[in-house]
């Protein structure tokens, strides 16, 4: 069993719609990042936490440290948000633990 | 400021050849990690770089790796000789010193051993 764990590892929603991905793990962690990958481009920090919540734009990320939850959140979803998006945690050390990944599209 | 680069961005090589791939970090970050996914499997952890040294190499597969940051600017990782299985993408990231500092990611190298 993976120390990180993502839900759903595909997701298709039709534009408009809300979406939530979701990341559970089992390590203890300093920090958890939500990263973005576009098919065939590099990896994008789109958020760091440690704890409460934060918002950029349309995306809001929350983290339960208690639970070791947390859940990204896509608000308006739009066609040009397909793409895989990854948890990833840091532990004690500087290593980060990575996630499966989930796959997004969003159909028109 | 430029970001996280990484070169070349695909590579072919034939089973047994050697294959270096490079990043040039964000200037002024000392921290400066590898990570590779293969093939279906989770991005993990290969090493960590703080300026010039390696301060943790625990997820390098074995000794057919080998990774350098002369200078404590760019690094290399080196693959000799390079394996099918070896094939993946490679990401570089780097990051300012502190625990919890934001690392930035390059756009990874697509190594292809046939």
């Known amino acids: 069993k993976n120390e990180v764990e993502q839900s759903p590892q595909n997701l298709t929603a039709q534009e408009g719609e809300f979406i939530t991905i979701n990341c559970s793990y089992s390590?203890?962690?300093?920090?958890l990042h939500w990263l973005q990958q576009h098919p065939g481009g590099g990896i994008v920090s789109l958020f760091m936490l440690s704890s409460g919540k934060k918002k950029h734009g349309r995306l809001i990320a929350t983290i339960n440290i208690q639970e070791k939850h947390s859940s990204l959140h896509i608000t308006a979803s739009h066609p040009r948000d397909s793409a895989v998006y990854i948890c990833a945690v840091k532990g004690s050390n500087y290593q980060l633990i990575w996630g499966a990944g989930t796959k997004l599209i969003i159909k028109p | 400021e430029a970001g996280v680069t990484q070169f070349p961005s695909h590579s072919v090589i034939e089973k047994g050849q050697t294959v270096t791939l490079r990043c040039d970090p964000i200037?002024?970050?000392?921290?400066l990690y590898w990570y590779r996914r293969v093939m279906g499997k989770e991005i993990k952890f290969l090493l960590h770089?703080?300026?010039?040294?390696?301060?943790?190499e625990s997820g390098m597969p074995n000794n057919r790796f080998l990774a350098e940051r002369t200078g404590g600017t760019y690094s290399t990782l080196k693959v000799q000789p390079a394996e099918l299985e070896d094939s993946g993408v490679y990401f570089c990231?780097?990051?300012?010193?502190?625990?919890?500092?934001?690392?930035?990611f390059g756009q990874g190298t697509r190594l292809t051993v046939v």
């Open positions: 390590v203890g962690i300093s920090a």
């Open positions: 770089f703080v300026k010039e040294s390696k301060q943790d």
């Open positions: 200037s002024g970050h000392d921290n």
């Open positions: 990231a780097s990051s300012r010193m502190g625990m919890n500092t934001e690392a930035f």
